[in-house]
């Protein structure tokens, strides 16, 4: 494995001497392309330093190894997925609804208070879930214990709606599977994040979002988790192993623990299960939990709330049979999955706000045909064209709604959130998206009940709103490691120092790599 020169003196440590990675001086770029460096754009020097010295095989076996481990933690995503899939495409069946009791057959799904009160409850589950989930997460059982104990609740709730004879039953179930859901919610994504390398962090912690007891005590435990909890040897074990070819002096996984060990607090607030201030006591913290929010509020408000009632939009849009009504269910399932793939594969080449920000207006752009299409080619229309046409606009938001909030759900709050403060602060988030979750489908099919297509402008003014945010507020948090966002978050300006790059040369000599800073690096 090759190693970085030290430039400018001799090393302090051992591991410093083997793998060196911040040895850099400035220098004209002039004089860079002369001794035949490679010129790099990069947001921090020090990352790109590692990773030029530790560079990881995908196809390794500890890198196959990482991946089953992670798909573990995936799970966790789809129990909340599978809900809104499952129940979108029920609510429109007739046989539910008539079982139940449940008013809602003529407009192609279930509508109205009954309808708002059994996918209500289901989000009041989860946000009491919320006072479990960040003291379960950050306690001695860490992220697996998290993981384990919400898979467990979800479990019982599961069985409990399959069995249930009357309404009652239906929302006791749901009740506790949301609140099983918000402890895996907070668990999960936490321990994906902390796990995966940073050069694949926006990719493997996208995945969170496209069964989980059985396997969770067979995972490794986090490596910020074990340096919090004082086992830093065992930090440096699962980081050599995963993030460095097996070498615990390897450039990348000595910057990790370096910045592990100085951003991580052994009297913090992780360590009081009740202490939630480190969310908002400092403006480095308050700007951290307002992105965490904005994710929580924009990724339940952006329009995917009508996924749930999506049986009924396609009775506006003039769809009269109920078999076609829940085959179209299906394939938009498919094209939003397909979305949240490839948006899920780009994540780390386009980067966060970019794809946060466009996806967004791309969601207000084709909700706004969809309720133009739907307004004059609906219910009623000799207009066969228009009507299909709404319908194809409706697939097209499941597309671009996934491409873009699917991989950044999980994978925006774990990253902006700091150590410390990431199992509660996702705990948080949780109830953000839970108490978005209570509004939206609550009102929904009241709404829709009431004014029809016309609360699709509700979503798409609000998208707007959602689009303006985005640009003044959000970061963009690719290329930097976890703690190195620390520098954004301190900056007057975090959007500005979020975009900005350094011009950095690397020069290999000798088996060993020399980078140097070059001349006017911010670009």
């Known amino acids: 494995m090759s190693s970085a020169k030290e430039s400018t003196g001799p090393s302090s440590s051992s591991s410093d001497e083997k793998h060196d990675a911040k040895h850099h001086h400035v220098v004209p770029t002039v004089v860079a392309e002369k001794e035949g460096a490679k010129l790099m754009e990069v947001k921090n020097a020090d990352l790109a330093v590692a990773l030029t010295s530790t560079q990881l095989d995908p196809l390794s076996r500890a890198s196959i190894q990482l991946y089953l481990i992670l798909v573990v933690a995936f799970m966790g995503s789809m129990s909340n997925g599978f809900d809104g899939q499952v129940m979108g495409a029920v609510n429109g069946m007739n046989q539910y609804l008539n079982y139940f009791g449940i008013s809602g057959a003529d407009a192609g799904g279930g509508v109205g208070t009954a309808t708002a009160l059994i996918f209500g409850i289901y989000q009041i589950g989860s946000i009491v879930g919320v006072l479990l989930a960040g003291p379960l997460t950050d306690g001695k059982f860490g992220r697996r214990g998290g993981m384990f104990i919400g898979a467990t609740i979800i479990l019982i709730g599961a069985i409990t709606i399959t069995t249930a004879l009357d309404k009652p039953y239906l929302l006791g179930g749901r009740f506790v599977l949301g609140l099983g859901v918000s402890i895996t919610a907070t668990a999960c994504p936490s321990y994906v994040v902390e796990m995966a390398p940073p050069q694949w962090r926006g990719r493997l912690t996208g995945l969170f979002n496209s069964i989980l007891v059985s396997f969770v005590w067979f995972l490794p435990e986090s490596p910020r988790w074990y340096v919090s909890a004082g086992k830093v040897d065992k930090a440096a074990e699962v980081l050599a192993k995963y993030h460095g070819n097996g070498d615990v002096n390897a450039p990348l996984v000595q910057l990790e623990l370096k910045e592990f060990e100085e951003s991580i607090k052994l009297d913090a607030s992780d360590k009081r299960w009740w202490d939630y201030s ?73 980067g966060r706000r970019t794809m946060w920000f466009w996806g967004t207006f791309a969601s207000a752009s084709t909700l706004i045909i969809v309720t133009v299409c739907t307004a004059l080619f609906g219910q009623n229309s000799a207009n066969p064209d228009g009507a299909n046409a709404a319908i194809a606009f ?87 490691t976890l703690e190195e966002l620390n520098e954004i978050f301190e900056s007057p300006n975090p959007v500005k120092a979020s975009l900005a790059k350094k011009k950095i040369a690397v020069v290999e000599k000798g088996g060993q790599v020399e980078v140097m800073h070059v001349e006017n690096e911010i670009v």
Not at 301 to 321: C, H, I, P, Q, R
Not at 395 to 404: E, I, K, P, Q
Not at 424 to 443: F, T
């Open 278 to 350: 480190e969310l908002v006591n400092t403006s480095n913290a308050r700007y951290r939990t307002l992105m965490m929010l904005m994710m929580g509020f924009f990724g339940q408000w952006s329009g995917n709330g009508l996924g749930y009632f999506l049986t009924v939009l396609f009775k506006n849009a003039g769809v009269e049979s109920q078999e076609r009504r829940l085959v179209l269910n299906f394939v938009n399932t498919i094209v939003s999955a397909i979305g949240a793939s490839i948006g899920t594969s780009l994540c780390d080449t386009l």
């Open 394 to 480: 409706i697939f097209l938001f499941g597309f671009v709604f996934s491409f873009a909030y699917t991989p950044l759900q999980a994978l925006v709050p774990t990253e902006c959130l700091a150590n410390n403060t990431r199992a509660k602060g996702m705990a948080m988030y949780s109830l953000a998206v839970s108490c978005a979750g209570l509004v939206g489908n609550y009102a929904g099919p009241i709404a829709l009940q009431n004014i029809g297509w016309k609360y699709y402008i509700v979503y798409v003014c609000w998208d707007i709103f959602e689009c303006t945010m985005i640009w003044f507020f959000a970061v963009e948090t690719r290329g930097r």
